[in-house]
């Protein structure tokens, strides 16, 4: 569902621009748009203040998959401070179209912890954008390192214990899930896997009626901040 005639737009929030239809796509039983991940990690950004947590929107994601050429890259990159990134957190999304808005048909998580200096991925469709992660984490792995020379280049792990969808939309959902408990790991830290991830975390607490629940819990997000919006007084 895209936008169309008539979809209006109903909350702005940081950088993020939400219409009409994003309510209709939660509430329904629909693939997400990239608007509602980047809504959501923004939000996340919110509530987990922190200058060593990067959650990238789906288009600097998209954008790093398909730069042309590595000069572009490298300027495009800079702003992000990624070698000052303890936890970095990408949405990955299958489109294979650059010309093409709001494409795709899979989303799914990367994310990187410095510490363990490694790359996660996690799919909740049996590995089905392995590929695009890989993609994605070949582009930017070097640039995790101050020395872009570095031959300690972070190592990629395909996450097996990743929650499953049940049906064939809910993979974004997923994401945005899968984000949110890493980043309360993150904070917390209590429950720390032998390999010094977050994965017993993520397994613990995304499920399918996890997943359902949170999509009324993202609409619910939504109503509240458009509340507080409307009820704003006007600046003098």
Avoid at 47 to 52: L, R
Avoid at 98 to 119: C, D, M, P, Q, T
Avoid at 161 to 170: K, R
Wanted: glycine fraction near 4%; hydrophobic fraction near 35%.
């Amino acid at each position: 569902m895209g936008k169309s005639e008539g979809d209006e737009k109903i909350l702005s929030y940081n950088d993020v621009v939400l219409r009409k239809s994003d309510l209709d796509i939660l509430g329904g039983p629909y693939y997400l748009n990239d608007r509602i991940p980047e809504f959501y990690f923004s939000y996340l950004s919110t509530t987990h203040p922190s200058k060593d947590i990067l959650l990238s929107p789906p288009s600097i994601a998209f954008w790093i998959m398909n730069c042309p050429d590595a000069e572009s890259l490298d300027d495009f990159l800079k702003p992000l401070n990624l070698c000052d990134k303890k936890l970095v957190i990408f949405p990955v999304n299958d489109n294979n179209d650059v010309s093409k808005a709001e494409g795709g048909n899979h989303w799914s998580l990367l994310a990187f912890y410095r510490e363990a200096n490694v790359f996660v991925h996690h799919d909740s469709h049996k590995g089905m954008n392995k590929y695009h992660a890989k993609r994605l984490y070949r582009a930017v792995a070097r640039f995790m390192s101050a020395d872009s020379n570095s031959t300690s280049n972070p190592s990629y792990l395909e996450c097996v214990e990743s929650p499953q969808q049940v049906n064939g939309y809910d993979c974004g959902v997923y994401v945005i899930a899968i984000a949110r408990t890493i980043c309360r790991w993150y904070e917390q830290r209590k429950e720390v896997d032998r390999d010094g991830l977050w994965f017993s975390a993520v397994v613990k607490e995304v499920s399918p009626s996890f997943v359902t629940n949170m999509r009324s819990e993202i609409l619910g997000l939504i109503r509240s901040l458009m509340a507080v919006k409307e009820y704003q007084p006007a600046s003098k």
